[in-house]
């Protein structure tokens, strides 16, 4: 199932939620979104943001797909 932005849904079951955060994650994404809310961040929670961001990539990522997915770099291994 590719949900669209306005099928998003959390709560429901667990593939749903993982599609919706998908969707979620790649509307963030988005350059003018992006630059619009880094604006606007206080630095308080961008620490708050950074901190949960980077606890949950380290949780669910290994350092190669760290390096390859997110920082788009040939893996150090």
Request: glycine fraction near 6%; include cysteine; proline fraction near 3%.
């Amino acid at each position: 199932m590719n949900l669209n932005p306005h099928e998003m849904c959390f709560g429901l079951n667990t593939e749903l939620d993982q599609q919706s955060v998908s969707i979620f994650l790649q509307l963030l994404g988005r350059k003018e979104l992006a630059e619009t809310l880094g604006n606007r961040l206080s630095s308080e929670e961008i620490g708050a943001f950074v901190h949960l961001t980077t606890g949950l990539l380290k949780k669910n990522m290994t350092e190669d797909e760290y390096h390859e997915l997110f920082l788009c770099e040939e893996s150090p291994h």
